[in-house]
């Protein structure tokens, strides 16, 4: 997931030292700066950056990957076509999202609306450059009050729905409004999530160490693609790499989430709500009678049958800390699972492939050692496919490549070749191929091979991160679940997101969207086709707020 930093807080050290300063923040997990932009010439005396900065600035954060998505900008209005022109010229060569701007010193009703008038006018002219123009708040905005309401809300209302919102959550809390309840009122108009956190004295602290809920507003933000900016005043660079790295953290995170099993039909779209369940289920696979769904919750397995609405506990054994990996035999009469070995109590975490028979026994362990995650079992029951973290004596790094082994045990054989993340991999119902998923080519996308490993073919290439290509029993068609591209990284499939499931024909041709939904990690994470190739099972997630 992208995080960014507010560069106000930290303009010391960023002068000290520049690209130090980026190496560390991009190891902390960041992937955006926000820069306060002035055009005074005294502006560097308050930690702004003037226009030249930023262009001065730009290829040295190409080389680490860091991009600007927001700028904060001081407008002088004396000089205000002349600065209109440079921020239109940033925006269109650096393609810059957002120019941001405070509330007006004075918070009476005269002057908000004096001031909404020229923000009206502003984003009109940035909208042209294909940007738009953010309000964000101080304590004073909340706390006065102005026909009713705040005064932020009174100028953002004001302003009209060019304008949007740029939420500093500390100062929310200090003029004494839940951020998390205002986030989740003005969704439509928030953009972008400041963290700053507060004690209760209304002093600045440590993110993660004062009196905000900073998660909640976490949650708010990645459920609704918000930029999300670690805005500290009184920051260090050491604290602002710790609050990167709490954030990641954070990704997994699925507190005060329920889940809805349903299907679709493909060829009329209609959806139908299976099942509500409390908490978190995941990646449902039909078995072949075409009315019984398993699906993982809490590190076990479970059968739910469609026609009596019941749910059981399929018996693991000791499998009981499975992950959301898992595939019957095409004959129904085994089961495949990954899951967390139970002989490992230090702490240390690893996914190996078991199989066992889908009645209970005694599973067997597959793949040893590692982190192994089961997708795909072949047609004639002889092999398994899956998702292998492993790393050659030689290597530095880990390699994310696709294996495969006998269903039976035996030897893993490597079918890709160290080139990018790979994952997800599923045979075609003929056994001739394997559907996958790879950032070989950049973004994540779904990927086909011939099963030995040859004949590599990209078979979806959007401005999006594409997982999970799952293939109809009838070989014609293929779901796959994507995520904005701009939202987190290429490499990760996180929950409670919004999320598509698109389909296309085999051969990838005809792809159209099949519906959005709050979704993500979780929702077909294994083939979720019915037997009759027209049917697909999907869980969607409900994400409880203030």
Same mark, same amino acid.
């Given at each position: ?36 932009? +002035? ?13 030249? $900065? /930023? ?27 002349? =600065? ?45 450059? @294909? ?63 400041? !963290? ?5 004295? +209304?002093?600045?602290?440590?993110? @993660?160490? +004062? ?21 500290? $005043? ?23 989430? $329920? ?7 493909? =060829? ?26 398993? !699906? ?7 059968? !739910? ?6 749910? =059981?506990?399929? &018996? ?5 800390? *499975? ?42 362990? /597959? ?19 899956? *998702? ?5 004596? =030689? ?12 269903? $039976? ?8 070749? @160290?080139?990018? !993340?790979?994952? @997800? ?26 099963? &030995? ?51 296309? &024909? ?12 709050? +979704? ?27």
């Amino acid at each position: 997931m992208y995080f960014g930093v507010q560069m106000y807080g930290v303009s010391k050290e960023w002068k000290q030292d520049p690209e130090g300063f980026l190496k560390k923040i991009y190891e902390a997990g960041y992937r955006q700066i926000e820069p306060c932009l +002035g055009f005074r010439v005294d502006a560097r005396d308050y930690g702004f950056w003037i226009p030249e $900065d /930023l262009e001065q600035a730009m290829p040295l954060l190409a080389k680490y990957h860091i991009e600007v998505h927001a700028v904060h900008i001081f407008l002088d209005e004396y000089h205000y076509e002349r =600065e209109l022109a440079i921020l239109t010229e940033l925006a269109q060569k650096y393609h810059i999202s957002w120019f941001v701007v405070k509330s007006p010193a004075r918070l009476t009703k005269d002057v908000l609306d004096e001031t909404a008038a020229r923000y009206r006018e502003l984003a009109e002219e940035l909208e042209k450059a @294909g940007a738009g123009l953010l309000i964000h708040n101080e304590k004073e905005d909340i706390c006065i009050r102005v026909n009713g309401k705040t005064a932020y809300e009174y100028l953002l209302e004001a302003c009209g729905e060019k304008v949007g919102a740029e939420v500093d959550a500390g100062w929310m809390y200090c003029g004494g409004v839940d951020p998390e309840e205002f986030l989740w009122a003005h969704a439509d108009r928030v953009k972008a999530v400041h !963290y700053k956190d507060m004690k209760i004295t +209304g002093q600045e602290a440590p993110l @993660g160490k +004062g009196m905000v809920d900073l998660k909640a507003c976490f949650q708010f933000a990645r459920a609704n693609g918000a930029l999300q900016i670690v805005d500290m $005043d009184a920051a260090t660079l050491e604290d602002t790499c710790r609050a990167g790295k709490m954030l990641s953290g954070w990704t997994g995170d699925r507190d005060n989430t $329920d889940s809805i099993l349903c299907t679709m039909d493909v =060829e009329t779209g209609e959806e139908t709500v299976l099942h509500e369940f409390p908490g978190i289920i995941e990646a449902p696979n039909w078995l072949n009678d075409g009315n019984t769904l398993l !699906y993982n919750a809490d590190g076990k397995i479970y059968r !739910y049958e469609i026609d009596k609405d019941h749910v =059981e506990q399929v &018996d693991t054994g000791f499998c009981v800390q *499975c992950n959301n990996d898992h595939v019957p035999s095409p004959d129904n009469q085994l089961l495949a699972v990954s899951c967390m070995p139970p002989e490992l109590t230090d702490g240390t975490y690893e996914s190996h492939i078991y199989v066992l028979p889908m009645t209970g026994g005694e599973p067997k362990d /597959l793949t040893g050692p590692g982190l192994s995650y089961l997708h795909g079992w072949s047609p004639d029951g002889k092999e398994l496919a899956y *998702c292998a973290f492993r790393k050659k004596p =030689e290597e530095e790094t880990m390699r994310i490549e696709i294996c495969t082994i006998p269903s $039976d045990g035996g030897e893993e054989i490597c079918l890709t070749d @160290g080139k990018g !993340y790979n994952d @997800g991999p599923e045979y075609s119902p003929d056994g001739k191929h394997i559907w996958f998923n790879s950032t070989r080519s950049g973004l994540m996308q779904v990927w086909r091979m011939n099963r &030995d490993g040859s004949g590599l073919t990209q078979m979806t290439d959007s401005d999006a991160n594409n997982w999970f290509g799952h293939v109809s029993p009838d070989g014609k068609h293929v779901i796959y679940l994507t995520f904005a591209k701009g939202e987190l990284e290429p490499n990760e499939h996180l929950p409670n997101m919004y999320v598509s499931l698109g389909m296309m &024909d085999y051969d990838g041709q005809n792809k159209k969207k099949l519906l959005d939904l709050f +979704g993500g990690q979780g929702s077909i994470n294994v083939n979720s086709w019915a037997p009759d190739s027209r049917r697909i099972a999907y869980v969607k997630y409900v994400l409880h707020h203030k």
